[in-house]
């Protein structure tokens, strides 16, 4: 009694490649009509699918003499195979669809006013991931820089923009933009209309100033010791708020203060000597999980100089 062949228990890489031999040794009729299609010899299209054969445990073809022909169990075999490559390719056509076909959401976290940068390289790139993907839902999460790092870090947001200052662990921080800031005051504070030849150090950095809460590389915290913090806030806007009440001085990026400026508002003091430049890093989160939706976005953001 003949020993009856083991069930098929998985299909491998190597099974599907002869099975592809095999439909094309079907639907070319037999091996030697195959040879050209397949690009190899007939001696090697026998040996392969008398692996596939030994493979299955089934005879799937007669040839000789008569010709070639298929058994039962090799129409049965053929019509399984069709189904599974077929079902083969619509997978990898749906898998490489969506990476035209965007979908899912993308929450990113920005520390406040970046909107009013001329570069606008956040809102550029924004606009390509939406022409990209109609249906991406974007969230976006106004907060300041602490917890931009920690949603990031925890999963809440997929990247963020924070100034950039000493990285923290398990995160990832890429250059984007670089911002100038000034030391403003108000109308109805008492340096507003002071020529800035009468202001020396020492007036400047007795006057009540502002201190940010959120972490700032060591040498612009330099800048903020030498003035008299007496007040403090966790952002820009923050910071806004308290200088334009005339009764403090502040740190604020210039382009944030020009509509201000503009409207007679705000005046830069000694501009030419009180600045710092402040580089805005965008953060993502160190062996992160593949995401279509933020690979575009940082895609389109690196692209948008």
Not at 35 to 64: F, H, K, P, T
Not at 277 to 282: M, P, Q, R, Y
Request: a neutral charge; glycine letters at 8%; charged letters at 20%.
């Amino acid at each position: 009694m003949s020993r009856r062949p083991e069930p098929l228990s998985q299909v491998s890489d190597f099974d599907i490649r002869l099975l592809k031999i095999f439909r094309s040794v079907v639907e070319c009729g037999g091996f030697s009509a195959a040879e050209n299609v397949l690009g190899i010899g007939r001696s090697a299209i026998s040996q392969q699918m008398g692996d596939l054969e030994q493979r299955l445990g089934l005879r799937l073809c007669q040839r000789g003499r008569a010709g070639f022909s298929l058994t039962e169990e090799g129409r049965e075999v053929y019509q399984s195979a069709l189904q599974l490559l077929s079902a083969l390719e619509s997978f990898r056509t749906e898998v490489n669809g969506l990476h035209q076909h965007l979908r899912g959401e993308l929450n990113i976290g920005l520390t406040d006013n970046l909107v009013t940068l001329p570069h606008m390289r956040i809102t550029h790139a924004l606009a390509q991931l939406k022409d990209r993907g109609p249906d991406v839902r974007i969230r976006i999460r106004m907060i300041p820089p602490s917890q931009v790092e920690q949603g990031v870090l925890d999963g809440s947001l997929h990247v963020g923009v924070v100034p950039q200052a000493s990285p923290l662990s398990g995160l990832e921080y890429q250059p984007l933009y670089s911002e100038r800031s000034l030391l403003y005051c108000a109308v109805g504070h008492p340096l507003f209309y002071v020529d800035d030849r009468q202001l020396d150090d020492d007036r400047l950095n007795a006057q009540d100033a502002i201190a940010p809460t959120f972490r700032l590389p060591a040498e612009i915290q330099a800048a903020y010791q030498a003035l008299n913090c007496t007040a403090s806030a966790s952002d820009r806007e923050g910071m806004a708020f308290l200088i334009l009440t005339g009764r403090y001085i502040g740190y604020l990026p210039d382009h944030y203060a020009t509509f201000w400026v503009q409207q007679g508002r705000l005046r830069a003091l000694k501009p030419g000597e009180r600045f710092y430049d402040l580089s805005l890093a965008w953060v993502t989160r160190k062996g992160r999980r593949p995401h279509l939706v933020l690979e575009s976005f940082l895609e389109s953001l690196a692209a948008t100089r």
